[in-house]
């Protein structure tokens, strides 16, 4: 019995120091290390530990770590086109194969759901501390995936070290990355440099066990591997150090995103931990804790975490695993800040009502019925009169003269004036006409009135046509008290209105001599749409102070190319749509949600969403900008489309730009970068400016870049739209020069020999000039051989030209077509032929031969552009086709459809897809949803934003143009064009105006009224 005794005392002796050996005793070895945990190297100290080996842990996880059970609905990330998912079978502890935690992704569900493991801490309250764990990478030819050693609260507040092996192990690298970072290679180390230094103390591979480590302090973050400092991050060199109490993670994942994981998996693929080391300090410590802790202990009496026999965790509480919320702000409300912004916005309404009530209409009389009080104003008599009169849109009288009398259209009116009751005129927003408005008004009006010159716009809003003289006069409008007449108030500057009068008439006498044949082609180019093509964003809206001829009969030139260009400008807005939401609709190769999304790539995306249609804006945009010198050789039109080019197409962009700058700033388009796990598409990619100095310059850039650049707005702007930008700008000057040289070749087989020299020398140099000059030679056809009449009147030659044109939009087509459904791609072997501009080989000799980028021309892209150009010139067929009602609707508001369709797609598109998508409905419901959403959205801004960019293009580029021909500039006071009453007394200005109007109407006479 004693002997019995002894031997199970001794058994249990030894079990005790075993289990005192192995650490197993938590509660020991947090007491021992009650003053925390010191780090030499860095000088730090930490009061918690978590500390586990996961060779120690006989087959159970510690208490310390959950693990991770999820399914995202969607994932962030421009490429990450998978989705996670977390599955409890994915994690395994201690088995037979290995003494580590292992943890396993397995490859993708049809829907494109990735299934990997992981664990996190218990506790949340984890802030600042130095994190150590021994990883070992997933395997080689695994196919990609990423073992992450992570602390993270959101989005934001997050540092992370991601073992990846790539889908090539040449590939594979350790990532180190801080609040979401986009994962650049220039962030991380490859394994191959890990391979061949001593950066791994101990280690042959990266591919075996690695220690990585995160020190996270309040002022800085630094990322080791090995013991090897790749990375750190301080808040002094302005970055932002995250701050805010997070779980620790360990999880093997994948996304499939090309620019860091890869993958995923083709098999199930594992990766290892050895242990984790985790010494960090508690969110949940008061003051009066840590006042406590500094009182009882110094650094000396902490344990070295260069330790490591250290084991256990340090004790915590509950609250220690919730997450952490920020504390609300007791401090009570801002009554100082309130009461300021109360004040501000007190005095902006009254000001405004203020401004309302002055200006409103319930002040206000018409110029037709100027009264004060009940009584009629008296009408002009004499000689004002007779120059105000019938030649004048309006009487003075009220009287409106007959429509065939008018120089302009009454919709414009512009020279009717408002008249307050105390008598002060002010003249109305002045309205501009162009030769050709004026002239289709004329045609359409029966008027009689000769075309004016590029020069003949009214100086003014006030300013009127005399049809008598040809000068420019003011409307006499007499005060009511003094008896004189007010025309200084109407325009302010005689002497200059003298200046234009003496122009005018010197115009007026030039137009007597004018030849019929000149008068002629400007009417027959009064039914010419003036510029308006999406790409060269020339269009006409129907606003009030504008004649647009979009009312002519179907089969007028206006009709039908405002049908072309709008139906291709909504084929494109569809080619966007399908890259951002149905990638393999047009992407060969690309991830398929169904099955038919490949066939119908093959046909129908081939002749409907190809980018050949690009092709016809610049063909048809050329034809607008040349056509009136081509008939008159006027090189006033030539030098109007110099000046009025660049601010037609640069206003509106960069007004729009702007407005996607603000709207990307404050977080419209979040939910883009989460839009590829559902869409599948890696295509739509945004990012904001650096700061408004980077948005200036890349506006600049777009004016001045040559191409084929692209410019670098197109990162920063919804869809890449602005690259034809400069394609139109640099193309406009070719064209205007191009356009003076062939108009004085006159020997038709030199000109034509000209043609062929420039297409052919655009095409080899990748130079959409190609596009341009055989837009310039279909032009030149129709205005200057006439080679319509002549076709229409020849039945067979009419047929074969139709055929010949026809056959150049299918073999356009076909190239595509063809590349469907064998390997042969035309348009990589024709890139190959060019050469490179860098060498002077021919590309395919380069490694940049291959498929051309999107904004290279092509071949088949000019045989399309042309072939379809001269089908829809001819064929009334096409023209009646083309000059639906629907289609010219859409006409006028091209320019704003081109520029706002893909912030529409990339905000309200990406956001709705992607919450239908949670909610778990079918994608081509999905799909269905999200088009009507984005198109009626679209359709019903466009009532509202195409005037406003209407208004910064083409009113501000016909002022720019009045400017620069007029003599003198029109000069316009301060309150223009709001009257002196807005501020001052109204009887003040009453009285002044009518000192002025005595003065002027005594120094006519010759009186002195000096006192």
């Known amino acids: 019995m004693v002997s019995s005794f002894f031997r199970s005392f001794i058994t249990a002796s030894l079990a005790i120091s075993c289990l005192d050996l192995r650490g197993v005793s938590a509660a020991d070895e947090s007491a021992s290390c009650s003053c925390g945990y010191y780090d030499s190297s860095t000088q730090d100290l930490f009061t918690e530990s978590i500390i586990v080996y996961f060779n120690e842990t006989d087959g159970a996880l510690p208490d310390d770590f959950l693990v991770d059970s999820f399914k ?81 609260y959101n989005e934001t507040e997050s540092m992370e070290i991601n073992m990846q092996n790539a889908n090539n192990p040449a590939d594979a690298w350790v990532s180190t990355l801080i609040r979401g970072e986009f994962p650049e290679r220039g962030l991380g180390v490859n394994y191959s440099i890990l391979s061949n230094s001593s950066m791994i103390n101990g280690t042959a591979s990266p591919w075996e066990f690695t220690e990585v480590r995160i020190d996270w302090t309040e002022e800085e973050v630094r990322y080791f591997i090995g013991t090897n400092l790749t990375r750190s991050i301080k808040r002094k060199g302005g970055k932002i150090v995250p701050e805010t109490p997070a779980p620790f993670y360990l999880r093997h994942w994948s996304t499939g995103d090309t620019y860091s994981t890869e993958g995923p998996p083709t098999e199930r693929s594992v990766a290892n931990v050895g242990w984790a080391r985790l010494f960090f300090n508690s ?10 802790f500094d009182a009882r202990c110094i650094s000396t009496e902490a344990c070295p975490i260069a330790d490591t026999t250290l084991r256990g965790s340090s004790p915590y509480r509950v609250q220690a695993t919730q997450k952490w919320q920020k504390p609300r702000d007791n401090r009570g409300k801002r009554w100082a800040a309130i009461l300021l912004c109360a004040i501000s916005v007190s005095i902006s309404t009254f000001l405004l009502l203020h401004a309302l009530l002055k200006r409103g209409t319930w002040r206000k009389n018409t110029a037709q019925d100027v009264t004060h009080g009940n009584a009629q104003p008296e009408a002009p008599t004499g000689s004002d009169a007779s120059s105000n009169g019938s030649s004048q849109g309006t009487l003075s009288s009220g009287q409106e003269t007959p429509l065939s009398s008018r120089p302009y259209p009454l919709s414009s ?8 009751d105390n008598g002060d005129v002010v003249t109305p927003l002045p309205r501009y006409h162009s030769e050709v408005e004026l002239t289709v008004y004329q045609e359409s009006s029966g008027a009689s009135t000769p075309a004016p010159s590029y020069r003949s716009r009214p100086a003014s809003a006030g300013a009127t046509w005399s049809q008598q003289d040809g000068t420019l006069g003011t409307p006499a409008i007499k005060d009511r008290n003094s008896g004189s007449t007010t025309e200084d108030k109407m325009f302010p500057f005689p002497d200059a209105l003298a200046k234009l009068n003496a122009i005018k008439q010197r115009e007026t006498s030039k137009e007597l001599v004018v030849k019929e044949a000149e008068v002629d082609s400007k009417r027959s180019s009064a039914v010419t749409v003036n510029e308006t093509t999406p790409a060269a964003f020339e269009s006409r809206s129907h606003t009030a102070d504008k004649v647009t001829p979009i009312g002519l009969p179907a089969g007028n030139r206006v009709d039908y190319l405002a049908g072309l260009v709008a139906f291709a400008t909504l084929l494109v807005t569809a080619i966007h749509f399908g890259l951002t939401f149905v990638p393999a609709l047009l992407i060969p190769g690309a ?142 000057w070719l064209v205007l020069l191009g356009v003076v040289v062939i108009r004085e070749i006159k020997t038709p087989w030199k000109r034509f020999g000209y043609y062929a020299f420039c297409v052919i020398n655009h095409w080899y140099a990748q130079s959409w000039g190609s596009f341009l000059w055989m837009g310039l030679l279909l032009a030149d056809l129709d205005v200057t051989y006439k080679y319509k009449p002549w076709l229409h009147a020849r039945p067979v030659a009419y047929w074969l030209f139709l055929a010949v044109s026809f056959s150049f939009v299918l073999s356009g087509m076909a190239v595509d077509l063809i590349a469907q459904f064998r390997t042969t791609n035309f348009s990589v072997l024709e890139n190959n032929l060019h050469p490179d501009t860098a060498t002077g080989l021919p590309l395919g000799a380069t490694p940049n031969g291959g498929y051309p980028p999107y904004y290279i021309p092509r071949l088949n892209g000019l045989f399309f552009a042309v072939g379809l150009q001269a089908m829809v010139e001819v064929s009334p067929l096409v023209q009646r086709a083309l000059s639906c009602k629907a289609l010219i609707v859409i006409f006028p508001h091209i320019l704003t459809i081109y520029l706002i369709h893909g912030l529409i797609f990339w905000s309200l598109g990406a956001w709705i897809c992607v919450h239908l998508a949670a909610l778990g409905l079918a994608y ?78 005594a120094s006519k006479d010759g009186r002195d009224l000096t006192p």
């Open 72 to 152: 995202h609905n969607f994932e962030k990330g421009w490429n990450s086109i998978y989705r996670q998912d977390a599955d409890i079978a994915n994690v395994q502890l201690q088995n037979a194969t290995s003494s580590s935690l292992e943890l396993y992704v397995s490859p993708s569900t049809p829907d494109h759901l990735v299934l990997g493991g992981g664990i996190q801490t218990t506790r949340r309250d984890i802030q600042y501390g130095t994190f150590r764990s021994l990883l070992r990478s997933p395997r080689q030819w695994a196919g990609g995936s990423a073992l992450s050693m992570r602390l993270e």
């Open 283 to 292: 969110s949940l410590m008061t003051v009066e804790e840590h006042d406590n």
């Open 413 to 420: 009116n512009p020279s009717s004036s408002t008249v307050y």
């Open 591 to 732: 991830e398929t949600h169904y099955a038919s999304e490949n066939w119908g790539r093959k046909i129908p995306a081939v002749l409907l969403l190809n980018f050949a249609w690009v092709g016809p804006f610049f063909t048809t945009s050329t034809r607008f900008l040349v056509v009136n010198y081509l008939k008159n050789g006027n090189l006033g039109n030539i030098a109007e489309k110099a000046i009025r080019r660049t601010p037609r197409l640069m206003i509106p962009v960069a007004a729009v730009a702007l407005l996607e700058y603000f709207l990307i700033d404050v977080g419209v388009t979040k939910w883009l970068e989460y839009l590829p796990s559902i869409s599948w598409s890696t295509w739509p990619y945004v990012v904001n400016y650096k700061n408004f100095g980077h948005y200036v310059s890349e506006v600049i850039e777009v004016a001045y870049l040559v191409p084929n650049a692209a410019p670098q707005i197109i990162l920063n702007y919804c869809t890449g739209v602005l690259w034809t930008i400069p394609v139109q700008l640099q193309g406009s």
């Open 924 to 1001: 081509w419901l999905n799909l269905l949803i999200v088009a009507i959403s984005c198109y009626a959205v679209m359709g019903l801004s466009l009532p509202v934003l195409t005037p406003v960019i209407e208004t910064l293009g083409g009113n501000v580029a016909l002022h720019i143009w009045q400017c620069a021909t007029e003599e003198p500039a029109p000069s316009r006071r301060t309150l223009y064009p709001y009257g002196k009453g807005l501020i001052l007394d109204e009887k003040k200005v009453h009285d002044a105006a009518s000192q002025d109007a005595e003065k002027n109407a």
